[in-house]
């Protein structure tokens, strides 16, 4: 059974930084993509960013240039550190992992969500 394991997160004042990782476990053949996907309340899930095995990245313009995602391949973990947090930052962080189990059986796994608050 797959897996996505997420650490990180917590409080954080505005202008500072948190790190965010997700580790995949479980009958996993390969990886084709991992990433970090958020949900304020009341609103729609929405990419943050997502990187594939290739080391190819995609950011939502909202967090280009203070979010950094990457991954360690070999420990199927990818990591986000955000830095500059602004408050509308904050929200419920989902890692999501894109790939092939045994069997060759295609997944799309979603890990709990990690809360991420930064106060004004």
């Known amino acids: 059974q797959l897996q996505l394991v997420e650490s990180g997160g917590g409080l954080v004042q505005a202008g500072g930084s948190l790190g965010l990782s997700c580790a995949a476990s479980g009958s996993i053949l390969s990886i084709s993509a991992m990433g970090w996907y958020r949900q304020a309340p009341g609103k729609q899930r929405e990419l943050v960013a997502q990187?594939?095995?290739?080391?190819?990245?995609n950011y939502a313009d909202s967090v280009r240039g203070r979010f950094t995602i990457s991954r360690d391949n070999a420990k199927n973990t990818v990591y986000l550190q955000m830095n500059s947090l602004k408050p509308e930052d904050t929200a419920v962080y989902y890692c999501?992992?894109?790939?092939?189990?045994?069997?060759?059986?295609?997944?799309?796994?979603w890990g709990q969500g990690t809360q991420v608050t930064v106060s004004s």
């Open positions: 999501n992992a894109i790939g092939v189990a045994v069997a060759l059986r295609p997944f799309a796994s």
């Open positions: 990187i594939v095995s290739g080391g190819s990245t």
